[in-house]
């Protein structure tokens, strides 16, 4: 038998890792070295770890900017539509590995870091991930700059800096503890600050009304400096930049008003206007009324319209003289796309860049700003839709305010001239709420301020025009689009899966890396003996490699053959983590009630942050730990149940489980999750499905055929009807014995007997106020996982079902979405032509 293959060996064979050409291979090592020396501190000669990262990400970089220059200079000689997406959160992950597989440098780097006596993996492990977004819709914005990169746009993503990413999670005696994430400790490698375009952005003040117009004056300055990220596109030479916004208080900060407290003070108080830019708020699908928050929506708004006007009017490269002042054409060469409401203010500071500084017409300038902006709706929970208090504009943004009311006043007019009489419906759409404290709706800014309004799933796209925004769609049914979310393959299976990406390669060539369609050609080996093996292979493997991982972290004993049950997100009721726990709760008392039975053996992993101000997702991580210590010190369960809590989930963590899953877990009520992209990645690479009828995992299932998936659970319509008759908990309870069973022992104190009463409030939630019918689908989820563990005591069947999911994920690249977004809403070509590569290094 021959030995087996080393990593480094193994990897060399990979092809999608690229070729280590040998001229490329002493070239790296060469830049290595100099930089190596070069960054190194005088005063220390031995190099630690992280300076031979630093090493390497700078020897990386370099590739990237010969073509970053290039690309951006094209961008002004050929002067195309630029796209612009607006987002408060990018949550980029790690930049190293994604940024060799883009280049198609990873086996060139890997050899001589190899020859250099290094191991890559170790180095990319001291890269910190740059955690600036919560979830779903800040790792979506992360996958589109990739696309649209891949796919030639001109595009950029514009954000804020934040010091402190979403916190580090970890785990004290079963609770979560938040600890700050000082991602830029060490520096980042990536970003190149641009002090030379740093903007003036303004707060507070007052307005002054002269027969020419309305000046803002007597308002607070903050400057906002930008810093560059390069974003490469996939083996295409194209990189574009996301710039990301730090908030800077101007020189004469304080100064000026030389007030009481006197020069120290006015120098320790440029914190203040500096704390714009300091921390990501860690809440997801929850909206939270702070000043500090609008602050920072109406910062990157403001700092972002500066430089896509200044952009607008001297395109030529390099040059700063104007070369354009009609903006009537604005709509034919910038796009706007708002990532949700966050970046709402958009609209009425374009209006106010419009009408106060460049003196248009309000009809022109609307009618430019309804064409350039377009709007992303990525939620329909009430309390995740944000509503801001008049007086807090009043103070903070007090022309925005005017502009607002104009905005709304006209709106309502045309509402009125449609609807005559129909007062309610005048309410109802108002941008102004008038019931209680005064707010504005800014999802109703968004629709009437923008052409285009997209949902992120068509179940979802179809929910709000049928509910949310049905008297919107009623007036402008041509505004409103569905536009399903996607993932990038880069990223989530040629970076976090090369094992998969290879055996595909083999099958079928290295195309569909750009044309993800292309999986649909696996469908005619799904009864291919050899390849169905090589499929199960990969399985196992990562599965080993990610057991490793969690023995070395959480001391538990791992049986690789048990199958891997995951569901990872963030803890929302909504998300039901609580239905996965009545599940494990059940299953280990089937094990104790009849030890001798054949078990198909889980290892059940749950992963995801709880907002730290959300005391229900707090406790709902608490029972699951709880749960843990009880099933996993149980010697009659054995190795055929282990429960993990996994700790601090984030980008890093899902690139090394989502390999290693079996089954995913995306278990919302229907109605709830507006799209999903957990589980297009688990799809991807190669897990079987479990889920409700509910955001994209309907289209999944489409895809990959029913049959292939492991539906359940109430429908839409079911919820709906629930809501009509009422969702009564106890009956389930009283008419279910091992639900009932299970409910007792949490209550009881069986999985906290230190403290018996510790889940109360779950409990309470559970029977008398559960918005989320928990009981109602625990029937059925019980039934369908008797159906999932049948189905993996046969390997070969599990597997076919593997291959006809991998096969039907091609409609779940992000490169359609951004291809569709193209199209249908900026009105701009996509394109797979690569530009010429520079002479990077010679």
Known sequence: MSKPLSDHDRKKQISVKGLAGVENVVDLKSNFNRHLHFTLVKDRNVSTKRDYYFALANTVRDHLVGRWIRTQQSYYEKDPKRVYYLSLEFYMGRTLQNTMVNLALENACDEAMYQLGLDMEELEEMEEDAGLGNGGLGRLAACFLDSMASLGLAAYGYGIRYEFGIFNQKIDNGWQVEEADDWLRYGNPWEKARPEYMRPVNFYGRLEHHPDGVKWVDTQVVLALPYDTPIPGYRNNIVNTMRLWSAKAPCEFNLKDFNIGGYIQAVLDRNLAENISRVLYPNDNFFEGKEL???????????????????????????????????????????????????????????????????????????????????????????????????????????????????????????????????????????????????????????????????????????????????????????????????????????????????????????????????????????????????????????????????????????????????????????????????????????????????TPRTIMIGGKAAPGYHTAKMIIRLITAIGEVVNNDPVVGDRLKVIFLENYRVTLAEKVIPAADLSEQISTAGTEASGTGNMKFMLNGALTIGTMDGANVEMAEEAGEENFFIFGMRVDDVEAMDVKGYNASEYYNRIPELKHAIDQIAGG???????????????????????????????????????????????????????????????????????????????????????????LK
Request: proline share 4%; glycine share 2%; charged share 30%.
């Open 293 to 599: 928050r609008l602050k920072q929506e109406y910062f990157v708004v403001a700092a972002t319209l500066q430089d896509i006007i200044r952009r607008f009017k001297a395109s030529q490269f390099g040059s700063r003289e104007i070369v354009r002042t009609d903006f009537t054409t604005l709509p034919n060469k910038v796009a706007i796309q708002l990532n949700d409401t966050h970046p709402a203010l958009a609209i009425p500071e374009l209006m106010r860049v419009l009408v106060d500084l460049e003196k248009l017409p309000w009809e022109k300038a609307w009618d430019i700003c309804v064409k350039t902006c377009a709007y992303t709706n990525h939620t329909v929970l009430p309390e995740a839709l944000e509503r801001w208090p008049i007086d807090l504009f009043q103070s903070l943004l007090p022309r925005h305010l005017e502009i607002i009311y104009e905005i709304n006043r006209r709106h309502l007019e045309r509402v009125s001239s449609l609807y005559p009489g129909d007062m309610d419906r005048l309410r109802r759409m108002s941008l102004i709420e008038e019931c209680g404290q005064k707010r504005v709706n800014m999802a109703h800014l968004c629709i009437v301020g923008s052409h285009a309004v997209n949902g992120v799933a068509r179940i979802h796209s179809d929910i709000i025009k049928a509910t949310v925004f049905k008297d919107f769609y009623e007036m402008d049914p041509d505004k409103f689009q569905n536009k399903t979310n996607g993932i990038t393959p880069r990223r989530w299976l040629v970076m976090c899966n090369p094992g998969l990406a290879d055996v595909i390669v083999e099958k079928i060539g290295e195309d569909f890396i750009r044309d993800l369609d292309q999986l649909q050609t696996l469908r005619k080996f799904v009864n291919d003996e050899a390849f169905i093996r090589d499929i199960a292979k990969v399985k196992q493997e990562n599965k080993m490699k990610f057991a490793v991982h969690l023995e070395e972290h959480y001391k538990v004993k791992i049986n690789p053959n048990s199958m891997f049950d995951v569901q990872v997100k963030r803890i929302h009721e909504y998300k039901r983590q609580l239905l996965n726990c009545l599940h494990i709760i059940t299953f280990y008392n089937r094990i104790k009630k009849e030890p001798n039975k054949q078990w």
């Open 750 to 840: 069986f999985f906290s007997p230190k403290q018996t009463d510790l889940f109360k409030d779950i409990v309470n939630m559970l029977m008398h106020n559960d918005r989320f019918k928990v009981f109602a689908d625990y029937e059925d989820y019980i039934k369908c996982q008797e159906k999932v563990s049948a189905l993996y005591n046969k390997p070969k069947e599990w597997t076919k079902k593997v291959i006809h999911n991998i096969a039907g994920s091609g409609k779940f690249s992000s490169d359609r979405t951004i291809s569709e977004y193209a199209r249908e809403i900026w009105g701009v070509e996509p394109s797979l032509e690569k530009l010429a590569a520079p002479d990077d």
